[in-house]
């Protein structure tokens, strides 16, 4: 229940806040527990760059500009400093069951901790540039991807890669699985997304039609939301549109395209029936998954980074470039109503 009433708010201040939400969405309770991340020298590098919450709610780990993740308590209190590599932590996921972290960073490094511990139990450098984002597939795989342009598929008890998935001409900035684990689709800098398979690592389907980079893709939640309604595959560009697959079919079904600026951040409803967006033009919306109509606009004084469904569906979680975070109501009435 914490971890669904929590919000993590980064910024680049040397800080993360952690900020409880009552009954009321607009209202935040009490003083947030504040994370602090800067020191008396070199405070330039500190800056917070990522963080992720563990599975029970428990622990916060963040990733800063000077290499090192950290592991906090609820409480606030610093449980773990761990040495990333020598560049700024890029991303940083817990596994599934809450035993491992993995951490990437700018200097093609990856390391897999035992979060219980601290201690490194693997570290992989089969990257030749950044690695930009890591994804757990399983409590016992996960997929990292760099600007090297390749994808690579690790178990944790491997010490090299089980799959090296290599297709796109530019570097690859999200990798994520779908819900039933079979595949795994990519963002990337060459214009496409793609779909590959888990099983042999073979690509299934090029998502063509972006005409720039694209950012990021979230798959939806609901493996098949109606007979008539597919697995849903979302990407968003650079070329100020999000577009929705059927990824089953490789076809684009609905363009969304209601931002004057690229669109940064995505994510679904729990329900699947809906899919927020957030874009540098200062707007968030969010479109109806079955019809690809508008459902509700919010606009703000400044860019929006990102945003977050909350796991019950009940907030909107969105990140601006004020450095204000913005909470918004999750329940959405039926379309037509």
């Known amino acids: 229940p914490i971890l669904t009433c929590a919000l993590r708010s980064r910024s680049n201040d040397f800080t993360a806040r952690i900020w409880s939400l009552g009954s009321d969405p607009h209202q935040l309770e009490g003083t947030p ?13 500190h800056y917070v760059t990522t963080l992720d919450w563990d599975p029970s709610g428990n622990y916060l780990a963040t990733g800063s500009f000077d290499g090192h993740c950290r592991i906090w308590t609820l409480q606030g209190d610093l449980r773990y400093t761990l040495q990333a590599g020598k560049g700024p932590v890029l991303a940083l ?30 570290e992989y450098l089969d990257h030749q540039g950044a690695v930009l984002d890591v994804h757990w597939i399983t409590a016992g795989m996960f997929a990292t ?22 297709g796109h001409t530019g570097g690859v900035h999200a990798v994520r ?4 684990g079979r595949y795994l689709a990519s963002a990337s800098e060459d214009h496409t997304a793609r779909i590959w398979s888990l099983a042999d690592g073979q690509t299934q389907a090029i998502l063509t039609g972006h005409s720039q980079d694209v950012y990021a893709l979230e798959w939806c939640p609901v493996a098949k939301l109606s007979d008539s309604v597919p697995s849903l595959l979302a990407t968003c560009s650079s070329d100020h549109t999000v577009r929705v ?3 089953t079919a490789a076809a684009c079904l609905f363009v969304l395209d ?13 329900n699947g029936q809906y899919l927020a967006t957030g874009s540098l033009d200062h707007s968030v919306h969010v479109w109806s998954t079955t019809s690809g109509q508008l459902v509700k606009q919010y606009d703000y004084p400044s860019s929006v980074l990102g ?4 796991p019950t569906g009940d907030y909107i979680a969105c990140c601006l470039v004020d450095t204000t975070t913005s909470i918004l109501d999750g329940h959405m009435k039926p379309v037509g109503t």
């Open 33 to 45: 527990i504040l994370l602090n991340h800067a020191s008396t020298s070199e405070q330039d590098l």
């Open 93 to 122: 996921k817990w596994g599934p069951r809450g035993k491992s972290l993995v951490g990437t960073s700018a200097d093609a490094g990856v390391k897999l901790w035992d979060s219980l511990t601290g201690e490194l139990r693997a």
């Open 145 to 166: 991807c760099s600007n090297d342009t390749k994808i690579l598929i690790y178990s944790s008890d491997q010490s090299a890669p089980l799959h090296s998935l290599v």
């Open 177 to 180: 699985s779908d819900p039933t």
């Open 245 to 247: 697959w059927d990824a």
């Open 258 to 270: 209601r931002c004057a600026e690229p669109v940064l951040g995505l994510s679904f409803s729990p």
């Open 307 to 310: 945003l977050q469904w909350s």
